[in-house]
């Protein structure tokens, strides 16, 4: 089992800057893909970016230029900057890991998959609020 919890959200105003993470637990060493995703109200879940294993990041389309994802191996933690904050952006943030890679060569599987599907743990997410 792998348990992330994410942290750092708040109400922030417009153009400002947060630092999103997602401290992970348990058998962390086995995910092949971690994600960020965000459901705004009454909005559908949506991907902000994924990284895998080997260290690839993608970001969704709509937010390219403003997010950063990294990782923290060391301390299992993954992080979401996000800058030049808006409106938008208001959101429930959370952080998924898949333990299985999207992709197979040569008998080993890696990657995210581009449509952020089947994602095997989630957390509760952390709550972004942006004033204009």
């Known amino acids: 089992q792998v348990q992330p919890v994410e942290s750092g959200g708040g109400s922030v105003q417009t153009g400002g800057s947060l630092r999103l993470s997602c401290a992970a637990s348990?058998?962390?060493?086995?995910?092949?893909?971690w994600a960020w995703f965000r459901q705004a109200p009454g909005e559908e879940r949506e991907g902000v970016g994924s990284?895998?294993?080997?260290?690839?990041?993608i970001y969704t389309d709509s937010v390219k230029g403003r997010v950063t994802i990294s990782k923290d191996n060391a301390k299992n933690t993954l992080y979401l900057q996000i800058n030049n904050l808006k409106p938008e952006d208001t959101a429930m943030y959370y952080c998924?890991?898949?333990?299985?890679?999207?992709?197979?060569?040569?008998?080993?599987?890696?990657?995210?998959?581009?449509?952020?599907?089947?994602?095997?743990?989630w957390g509760k997410g952390t709550l972004v609020t942006i004033s204009s």
């Open positions: 990284i895998d294993s080997d260290g690839l990041i």
């Open positions: 998924a890991a898949r333990l299985r890679g999207a992709f197979s060569y040569n008998g080993r599987w890696f990657g995210c998959p581009r449509d952020y599907s089947d994602m095997d743990y």
């Open positions: 348990g058998y962390t060493y086995n995910i092949k893909c």
